[in-house]
């Protein structure tokens, strides 16, 4: 699942650094395909995961998004598994030459070799979530997310939960793209808390996204410092932040996916990704021609929401699930955001 996360909070980064120039690699994979649905006589959809689906919630998601397409088209479905470079671009291949409707793959490990195949194929189509290749084609459409709304509303539980007024995150990186995930944080904790107290820190170092050592010795700077609640926007370091927080009684936010199991009264809630909301809306898109576009999915959209705000948040092990004060103040925040009466901004915005 942290593997999942490190590649999702990287995605905005990879995405705007991604080059045309993809550099294949002819090495023998290991076949990691996994089993395909029965199904009707309808479209065929391919799913390509960059990991082993196994426990991982993110891409479980995406594998019930095409499944639940395949059931709505009476169509057939299969997945491939990849575990590493070389069995992703052979599953990608497989995938191809089997032509099925649609190709759907998770990751922005896909862009370049997506660009590449879809030169050849201009008839196959190509949906990948989470990312998208740098140039356009006709056969290739993309699924985003706005992870910032997420973020903000997260900020304003924060800001309402806060005892002491401070309200902090735990970035991988001093960009924009992945500031996304904190200074929404602390733009909604002031939403409802204007004289709330912000703070960033930034993971950094020679290995951002897998440094859970780090990331819990930047946590315990800010809670030295009096912040009671922290945004874990660390990717596998967020296991650090949460036992940083939960030595000090303080309090801390995941991100993608439900993460308050992992930590329960400690984990107040989650900032989720719907993959499964994309994978199948994408799908539709496709099958109704309007390809070759750019999606972005929030709160409007349900691509992008609270464990909160969901269905089963009594049964979460969130801490949230025992403040429906909040939570209903929260739900408003939300519902001005998807009539457009409230724009969250975008620090990865150009």
């Given at each position: 699942?942290?593997?999942?996360n490190?590649?999702?909070?990287?995605?905005?980064?990879?995405?705007?650094?991604l080059v045309?120039?993809?550099?294949?690699?002819?090495?023998?994979?290991k076949?990691?395909?996994?089993?395909?649905?029965?199904?009707g006589?309808?479209?065929?959809f391919?799913?390509?995961?960059?990991?082993?689906?196994?426990?991982?919630?993110?891409?479980?998601?995406?594998?019930?998004?095409?499944?639940?397409a395949?059931?709505?088209?009476?169509?057939?479905?299969?997945v491939?598994?990849?575990?590493?470079?070389?069995?992703?671009?052979?599953?990608?291949q497989?995938a191809?030459?089997?032509?099925?409707?649609?190709i759907?793959?998770?990751?922005?490990?896909?862009?370049?070799?997506?660009?590449?195949?879809?030169?050849?194929?201009?008839?196959?189509?190509?949906?990948?979530?989470?990312?998208?290749?740098?140039?356009?084609?006709?056969?290739?459409?993309?699924?985003?997310?706005?992870?910032?709304?997420?973020?903000?509303?997260?900020?304003?539980?924060?800001?309402l939960?806060?005892?002491?007024?401070?309200?902090?995150?735990?970035?991988v990186?001093?960009?924009?793209?992945?500031?996304?995930?904190?200074?929404?944080?602390?733009?909604?904790?002031?939403?409802?808390?204007?004289?709330t107290a912000?703070?960033?820190?930034?993971?950094?170092?020679?290995?951002?996204?897998?440094?859970?050592?780090?990331?819990?010795?930047?946590?315990?700077?800010?809670?030295?410092?009096?912040?009671?609640?922290?945004?874990?926007?660390?990717?596998?370091?967020?296991?650090?932040?949460?036992?940083?927080?939960?030595?000090?009684?303080a309090?801390?936010?995941?991100?993608?996916?439900?993460?308050?199991?992992?930590?329960?009264?400690?984990v107040?809630?989650n900032?989720?990704?719907?993959?499964d909301?994309?994978?199948?809306?994408?799908?539709e898109?496709?099958?109704?021609?309007?390809t070759?576009?750019?999606?972005?999915?929030?709160?409007?959209?349900?691509?992008?929401?609270?464990?909160?705000?969901?269905?089963?948040v009594?049964?979460?092990?969130?801490?949230?699930?025992?403040?429906?004060?909040?939570?209903?103040?929260?739900?408003?925040?939300?519902?001005?955001?998807?009539?457009?009466?409230?724009?969250?901004?975008?620090?990865?915005?150009?």
């Amino acid at each position: 699942m942290f593997r999942r996360n490190r590649r999702t909070l990287q995605v905005a980064a990879a995405t705007a650094l991604l080059v045309t120039a993809a550099t294949a690699c002819n090495a023998a994979a290991k076949n990691d395909a996994a089993g395909s649905a029965s199904g009707g006589s309808g479209p065929s959809f391919t799913l390509v995961t960059p990991d082993s689906v196994g426990q991982n919630e993110f891409l479980k998601l995406a594998v019930t998004g095409v499944q639940d397409a395949a059931k709505q088209h009476d169509g057939t479905q299969k997945v491939y598994e990849s575990t590493d470079t070389a069995s992703q671009q052979q599953n990608v291949q497989a995938a191809v030459d089997a032509k099925p409707d649609v190709i759907v793959l998770v990751g922005f490990e896909f862009a370049d070799l997506v660009a590449q195949q879809a030169r050849k194929n201009p008839e196959q189509q190509f949906l990948i979530i989470d990312a998208c290749t740098t140039k356009s084609f006709k056969n290739v459409s993309c699924a985003v997310f706005r992870e910032h709304e997420g973020v903000y509303l997260a900020g304003a539980e924060a800001g309402l939960l806060s005892k002491s007024g401070k309200v902090g995150a735990v970035d991988v990186l001093d960009t924009p793209q992945f500031r996304r995930y904190s200074d929404p944080f602390a733009a909604g904790a002031k939403e409802v808390a204007p004289k709330t107290a912000t703070g960033t820190r930034f993971v950094g170092g020679q290995s951002p996204f897998d440094d859970s050592a780090r990331a819990k010795e930047q946590a315990n700077t800010l809670l030295s410092q009096g912040y009671d609640q922290l945004m874990a926007a660390a990717a596998a370091g967020n296991y650090g932040v949460f036992e940083a927080a939960k030595a000090k009684g303080a309090f801390a936010y995941g991100v993608d996916v439900n993460q308050c199991p992992s930590a329960p009264g400690t984990v107040v809630d989650n900032v989720v990704k719907r993959t499964d909301v994309a994978v199948e809306k994408g799908i539709e898109s496709v099958l109704a021609g309007k390809t070759g576009a750019t999606v972005s999915y929030g709160l409007k959209e349900g691509g992008i929401s609270l464990t909160g705000l969901e269905a089963g948040v009594d049964s979460s092990k969130c801490v949230i699930a025992d403040h429906k004060d909040v939570l209903a103040k929260v739900k408003a925040l939300r519902d001005q955001i998807v009539a457009g009466k409230l724009t969250v901004d975008d620090p990865a915005a150009s």
